[in-house]
T-cell receptor, first 109, second 116 residues
């Protein structure tokens, strides 16, 4: 089976750091994506990890451990506009992108 | 850069009618496209894989006779929701991969379907 788990919702304060975790069990693995999605809009690409380790891109970083089936997305210097849903998705062996349920992040002043 | 375009962005149709949504890869050829459905406050659920020149493959629980997929060219896939019902109201979104590697997956803008 395929299972991708992430917290349903999180709350953080403007200017702070937040880490959104994702664990996965899928049929094969060809990479893990993080997307940001605002209500009513298409997902926006944030990061792609295929090898173990940390990928940093500005205020956003993503980490992957393939042996543990684990990834996290780290958001630094949070801004109000970062309030959105964050989707973890695994690109499996069949060439399909399978999504977790998404984490709704609320950034408070 | 590569772009995937969907049309229409919004559509309202009456119960029992059919509606077609188009997904186009604008500057690359896509032998495979994917169709997702997203209900409010839920994640994207893969409905089917659209294969150019052959039949689509559907995920478990998705009715192939209700959600007709046609991928007649390397740049166009269509999803037709037949005999639409209010419970089919949802956000439908397609994706396509350029080159078949994971980090070149592009999403369309999505299509909001409301069945009244």
């Amino acid at each position: 089976g395929q299972n991708i788990d992430q917290p349903t919702e999180m709350t953080a304060t403007e200017g702070a750091i937040v880490q959104i975790n994702c664990t996965y069990q899928t049929s094969g693995f060809n990479g893990l994506f993080w997307y940001q999605q605002h209500a009513g809009e298409a997902p926006t690409f944030l990061s792609y990890n295929v090898l173990d380790g940390l990928e940093e891109k500005g205020r956003f970083s993503s980490f992957l451990s393939r042996s543990k089936g684990y990834s996290y997305l780290l958001l630094k210097e949070l801004q109000m506009k970062d309030s959105a849903s964050y989707l973890c998705a695994v690109y499996n062996q069949g060439g399909k992108l399978i999504f977790g349920q998404g984490t709704e992040l609320s950034v408070k002043p | 850069g590569a772009v995937v375009s969907q049309h229409p962005s919004w559509v309202i149709c009456k119960s029992g009618t059919s509606v077609k949504i188009e997904c186009r890869s604008l500057d690359f050829q896509a032998t495979t496209m994917f169709w997702y459905r997203q209900f409010p406050k839920q994640s994207l659920m893969l409905m089917a894989t659209s294969n150019e020149g052959s039949k689509a493959t559907y995920e478990q629980g998705v009715e192939k006779d209700k959600f007709l997929i046609n991928h007649a060219s390397l740049t166009l896939s269509t999803l037709t929701v037949t005999s639409a019902h209010p419970e089919d109201s949802s956000f439908y979104i397609c994706s396509a991969s350029e080159g078949g590697t994971g980090n070149t997956i592009y999403f369309g803008e999505g299509s909001w379907l409301t069945v009244v």
